[in-house]
């Protein structure tokens, strides 16, 4: 028995209201092109060379053979999003049972597969993922898989950030696991809208300026504090301070700074990858954010060909920039 499961609201389509400065000379299309399909690949590029640390893969490789849950929900989400031209919250529900169900050894923590199997027995989705941890989950999966929703939605920061919040809730309901999701899609989204060098102070301030809580306020603040000063902490300091699990709040502030504090995305996910703990996840968040400000050329030949599955993923980002132009073009 499946249940009838409507959420009784329209589905969000994007628009082409800017609240993200082109700069001087505009973000081309064919470079807009390049940040969407950076910031998935970046996804998964993160995610398998986090996932190849844990595995010790060896044979010359840095990627692990596969990617994780994190890429997998990431294609669920680019997925509903080109086939409903938007976010619509009740497909892209089921797109994530679907694919767990074609590939369920992908890694997935415990959380996601308990609200797909309730719903496939006829409970109430939301209601499981409320009542599964007191409060709702706060860890990162969420976040994790935003960088669709970044591209898609990033030239309006109010939609991006109320349908980032909604995605979030498909499987996260802590509002501390909500916010990080909505954090890390800004992030996203402040790259793709950033055009020539990087200032990047303010581009932490632009995030702390959307932080909610105390402890993104702070850690975010912590960030700062690490950029301005001469030379780069120790990987010790920033996993005491920034953390490196599971956690929304212990893991996506360590993909921000990752991104912040080097000048490449190979540096970018390299050092995120090497705090350790959640690593994959870490890569994975670290490689949306790079990927989307670098683009695809920055992502190293080397990596692609290793990496599980990227025609798809480029094909899925393209057309995801395909329906933008469209959106952008009525």
Not at 155 to 179: F, K, M, W, Y
């Amino acid at each position: 028995m499946v249940v009838a499961w409507s959420f009784n609201r329209p589905a969000y389509r994007p628009t082409g209201v800017v609240a993200v400065s082109p700069g001087p000379f505009g973000l081309t299309p064919e470079r807009l092109r390049s940040k969407f399909v950076g910031s998935l690949l970046g996804t998964a590029v993160g995610d398998s060379l986090g996932a190849g640390a844990w595995l010790r893969t060896g044979h010359g490789r840095e990627l692990a053979p596969f990617y994780t849950d994190d890429t997998h929900m990431m294609i669920g989400v680019a997925e509903s999003l080109v086939e409903r031209r938007g976010f619509d919250p009740e497909h892209m529900f089921l797109t994530f049972v679907r694919n767990w169900e074609a590939e369920p050894w992908r890694g997935y923590g415990p959380g996601p597969p308990a609200i797909f199997r309730a719903f496939r027995r006829g409970e109430d989705p939301r209601r499981v993922a409320e009542t599964l941890y007191p409060g709702g989950s706060f860890g990162n999966g969420a976040a994790m898989r935003i960088a669709p929703i970044a591209c898609l939605y990033y030239d309006n920061l109010a939609e991006l950030r109320r349908v980032a919040a909604e995605s979030a809730r498909l499987t996260h309901t802590h509002p501390l696991g909500v916010e990080g999701a909505v954090l890390q899609a800004s992030a996203i989204a402040l790259a793709v809208g950033t055009i020539g060098p990087l200032d990047r102070l303010a581009f932490l301030e632009e995030l702390l300026s959307l932080a909610e809580s105390e402890i993104y306020r702070r850690k975010l603040t912590a960030i700062r504090g690490f950029l301005s000063r001469p030379g780069r902490p120790s990987r010790r300091e920033v996993v005491r301070v920034l953390g490196n699990s599971v956690e929304a709040f212990n893991s996506v502030p360590t993909a921000i700074y990752a991104f912040l504090a080097t000048g490449s995305f190979e540096e970018a996910v390299r050092l995120a990858v090497s705090f350790g703990g959640d690593r994959d996840t870490i890569g994975a968040m670290a490689g949306a954010i790079a990927g989307a400000y670098y683009g695809r050329e920055s992502i190293p030949a080397r990596w692609l060909e290793e990496l599980e599955n990227r025609d798809y993923i480029e094909h899925l980002a393209v057309r995801l920039w395909e329906l933008k132009m469209s959106i952008k073009g009525q």
